[in-house]
């Protein structure tokens, strides 16, 4: 059997909170190990209940969640943070990546992409919602279509033939959040959301070739 998803929720809305909790419950792949209202909870409640995901809401009283998942990032969590919020401005979607999550998405995705994402999440891969993705790619991309830069394309083969972030870091000798921002570079110049997708897209366009780059 495999060992199920921990998850956090992290929302300063009971109901949203019960909703997601009611969710998640109800599937044997995810144990729901507590729930937060605010991001200072959510620092305390991570660093004892030690989750694999955090699913963390952006706006809200107290400490907000991009506070959180800096500090988060700065004290070398191993938890992974899944923005789910409502909000998709330049405002709200850059300073989260910016400070460590791992992915972004908004609270009207399907029950399904929402489920699929917090595995990813789990894996320590990076998924956003269409419109994030399309931000991304608007803040990135030249008026042109932006080429990759040599060690984007280093990671996206690496992750091609296979390897995980942490996997790709230890090839290439740099740090794991290192490796997920250039993959979230790759993703917004490539116009994808997923490491999937950019791979299929990569070797559409020639940037990779089977048993090269």
Known sequence: MNVPVRLLIVDDHPVVRDGLRGMFTGDPDFEVVGEAADGAEALALTATLRPDVVLM????????GVT????????????RVLVL???????DVLPA??????????????????????????????????SVAG??????????EEPLSQRELEVLTLVARGASNRE???????SEATVKTHLLHVYAKLGVNDRAAAVATAYDRGLLTPGGR
Do not use: H
């Not at 809401?57 to 907000?64: A, C, K, Q, S, T």
């Not at 959180?68 to 938890?79: F, K």
């Not at 409502?86 to 405002?91: F, L, M, S």
């Not at 790709?168 to 740099?174: S, V």
């Open 57 to 64: 809401d952006l706006r809200m009283p107290g400490m907000d």
């Open 68 to 79: 959180a998942i800096g500090r988060l990032a700065r004290a070398g969590s191993a938890s």
């Open 85 to 91: 919020t409502t909000y998709d401005t330049d405002a």
């Open 97 to 130: 990546i910016e400070a460590g999550a791992t992915g972004y998405l908004l609270k009207d995705a399907p029950r399904e992409d929402l489920v699929r994402a917090v595995r990813a999440a789990a894996r320590g891969e990076s998924v956003l919602s269409p």
């Open 135 to 144: 931000r991304l790619m608007g803040r990135l991309r030249a008026p042109a």
């Open 168 to 174: 790709a870091a230890a090839r290439l000798f740099i």
